[in-house]
Nanobody, 123 residues
Framework: QVQLVESGGGLVQSGGSLRLSCAAS????????MGWFRQAPGKEREFVAG????????SYADSVKGRFTISRDNAKNAVYLQMNSLRPEDTADYYC????????????????WGQGTQVTVSS
């Protein structure tokens, strides 16, 4: 059983930055990957970035490479998403999730999800 809580979303102008946080609690030792997903109204949920708890291997969607950086703090059981050079198309609800698999990009592989945090980028 794992609980996840996201924070850090908000309204930002195009070109600005935001830092999202996800705090994990519960039985996290089988959670080999923490991932970030996003979903805009009327669209499918899409993979944004992922990181492993051991080794800090990362994976990014092509649309965010060079702009977003995922990181983690094992001692705090937390994962972060630094988002720079934000664009209006980044507007979505952002979710953190965890899985026993190593860096999957399919949402169906993730067992536990947070409640989401909204990110709005104005033009």
């Amino acid at each position: 059983q794992v609980q996840l809580v996201e924070s850090g979303g908000g309204l930002v102008q195009s070109g600005g930055s935001l830092r999202l946080s996800c705090a994990a609690s519960g039985r996290t030792f089988r959670s080999n990957t923490m991932g970030w997903f996003r979903q805009a109204p009327g669209k499918e949920r899409e993979f944004v970035a992922g990181i492993t708890w051991s080794g800090s291997s990362t994976s990014y969607a092509d649309s965010v490479k060079g702009r977003f950086t995922i990181s983690r703090d094992n001692a705090k059981n937390a994962v972060y998403l630094q988002m720079n050079s934000l664009r209006p198309e980044d507007t979505a609800d952002y979710y953190c999730a965890t899985t026993a698999f190593l860096l999957p990009t399919s949402a169906s592989r993730y067992a536990y999800w947070g409640q989401g945090t909204q990110v709005t980028v104005s033009s």
